[in-house]
């Protein structure tokens, strides 16, 4: 998949989330256009890209929009819902399934909606952004790892059944991301700081997820807290983000 020349859309695109530094990253490397979509498209700085706004959830405008960015030919999806604490034996039914309406099934409308126009553009490629939690839950973030190990497992399945049309389809996994949002969050749990170390900048891991597409990779780990919970998978050892579930834990 060569960004130089390409359409891009990017879901859930916000104030100096991972969403908008793919944005800024695509532009830069020459990409012909680039949609930033957003359930609030006025939060949206998103200077050279056009502005849509998209609720995933919304099968209406998921079809207005794969209609709209008919010149597509690569998808991002990007958008994802965490509720903190948030737990399956005693959680708010309706917190769940929004986290695996927008994680899961929003991403899936996404993909069955513009399957058809990649096709049509000669292939391109589609990145689903997924977490490390997939693979090594944290105490309090259960319900979003299981929402998380589901697009994975979906990803994979997507991969074999695109094939055949030409388009690339890869996954992108990190653990935490200096985002604002994941800072105050990590700021709250450990304190001021304390796990600032652990943390990758969002540039960084959007320009690996970038070279990883360019190179073809179907599965791009952008941290070293994911390679460690993807090792971690086939052995005894337990991973650098699953140490953390036991130090510290997020208020439910």
Known sequence: MKIEGSTALVTGVGAGNLGHHFVQHLLERGAKRVYATARRPENVDAPGAEVLQLDM??????????????????????????????TFT?????????????????????VRAFAPTLAANGGGAILNVLSAAAWSTVDGLAVYAASKAALWSMTNSLRGELAGQGTLVSSLVFGMASTPV???????????????????????????????????????????LAVDAKAALSGDEK????????????PR
């Open 90 to 110: 005693d959680g708010d039914p309706d917190l769940i399934r929004r986290q695996f309406d927008t994680n899961v099934y929003g991403t899936l409308a996404m």
């Open 182 to 224: 994941m800072t105050a969050l990590a700021d709250s749990i450990a304190g001021p700081g304390a796990l600032a170390e652990l943390m990758t900048d969002p540039g960084v891991i959007v320009a690996r997820a970038l070279d990883g597409l360019e190179a073809g990779h179907t599965e791009i780990l952008a941290d070293q």
């Open 57 to 86: 959830t919304d099968q209406r405008a998921v079809a207005e929009a794969a209609v709209r960015a008919h010149d597509v030919d690569l998808l991002i999806n990007n958008a994802s819902v965490n509720v903190p604490g948030l």
């Open 239 to 250: 991973s650098a983000y699953r140490a953390l579930s036991e130090e510290y834990s997020i």
